[in-house]
T-cell receptor, first 116, second 113 residues
Framework: KAGVTQTPRYLIKTRGQQVTLSCSPISGHRSVSWYQQTPGQGLQFLFEYFSETQRNKGNFPGRFSGRQFSNSRSEMNVSTLELGDSALYLC???????????????FGPGTRLTVL | GENVEQHPSTLSVQEGDSAVIKCTYSDSASNYFPWYKQELGKRPQLIIDIRSNVGEKKDQRIAVTLNKTAKHFSLHITETQPEDSAVYFCAAYSGGSNYKLTFGKGTLLTVNP
C-alpha cells in the first residue's frame, strides 16, 4: 500500500497570508491527525478527523482549522500567518476500527512551512 | 489533559553499548504507548509499541517496559549501532473518546563508532 502523502512538501509565505496543506491517508484508513513539529516543542497535536468529523482539537488558536473529505483526505488551513507558525506540519493516518483500542498512526513526510 | 515527560533530552553512547530512554505520563486512563524514531529530515516511524495490559515487549534489539502503577515506560536499545542515531519520541494515547496521542519532547540519541 502507498504510504501517507502530503502536499506541498515546502512552502514559503509572508506574515498575514493564509495557507492550505493537504494530506492523503493510507488507503482504508479513516482517521487523520495533524501535528505541528518545532525544535523546542516537539510534536504538538492540532486536531483529529474521522468520517469528516473533528473528534478532538489541541490547544491552538482558531486560525488553525481543518476538514476531512468523504475519501478521508484531509486539509488544514492556517489563516493570518505569524512568524511563529514556521514549523514542520505532519499528518498521520490510522485505521480507527472503532473498537476503543488505539490503532497505529503512520506519518506522512510533512510540509515544511516558512513564514517570512 | 495528558502530559508526557521524556528524559534525557540528549544521549550519547558508544557503539555496542545499551541506551535507555524514560517517559512518564499523567493520565491513568492512557492505554497505548508507542515509540517513534525520526531520522534527520525524515518522517517519524513506529519502532515498537505496548498496550496497558502488557508489562514488557521485545523486538530484536529493542524492548519497551511499562509500569502502570508508577505511570512510566521505557525504551531499551541493546548493542547500539551508528544507524540507531536519531531522535526518539515516546507517546501516550488516552482511551475513551480522546482520540489523541500526546508526545514527549524527544531524545536525540547519538551512537559513536
Amino acid at each position: 500500500k502507498a504510504g501517507v502523502t502530503q502536499t506541498p512538501r515546502y512552502l514559503i509565505k509572508t506574515r498575514g497570508q493564509q495557507v492550505t496543506l493537504s494530506c492523503s491517508p493510507i488507503s482504508g484508513h479513516r482517521s487523520v491527525s495533524w501535528y505541528q513539529q518545532t525544535p523546542g516543542q516537539g510534536l504538538q497535536f492540532l486536531f483529529e478527523y474521522f468520517s469528516e468529523t473533528q473528534r478532538n482539537k489541541g490547544n491552538f488558536p482558531g486560525r488553525f482549522s481543518g476538514r476531512q473529505f468523504s475519501n478521508s483526505r484531509s486539509e488544514m488551513n492556517v489563516s493570518t500567518l505569524e512568524l511563529g507558525d514556521s514549523a514542520l506540519y505532519l499528518c498521520a493516518s490510522s485505521l480507527s476500527r472503532g473498537t476503543g483500542a488505539a490503532d497505529t498512526q503512520y506519518f506522512g513526510p510533512g510540509t515544511r512551512l516558512t513564514v517570512l | 489533559g495528558e502530559n508526557v515527560e521524556q528524559h534525557p533530552s540528549t544521549l550519547s553512547v558508544q557503539e555496542g553499548d545499551s541506551a535507555v530512554i524514560k517517559c512518564t505520563y499523567s493520565d491513568s486512563a492512557s492505554n497505548y504507548f508507542p515509540w517513534y524514531k525520526q531520522e534527520l529530515g525524515k518522517r517519524p516511524q513506529l519502532i515498537i509499541d505496548i498496550r496497558s495490559n502488557v508489562g514488557e515487549k521485545k523486538d530484536q534489539r529493542i524492548a519497551v517496559t511499562l509500569n502502570k502503577t508508577a505511570k512510566h515506560f521505557s525504551l531499551h536499545i541493546t548493542e547500539t549501532q551508528p544507524e540507531d542515531s536519531a531522535v526518539y519520541f515516546c507517546a501516550a494515547y488516552s482511551g475513551g473518546s480522546n482520540y489523541k496521542l500526546t508526545f514527549g519532547k524527544g531524545t536525540l540519541l547519538t551512537v559513536n563508532p
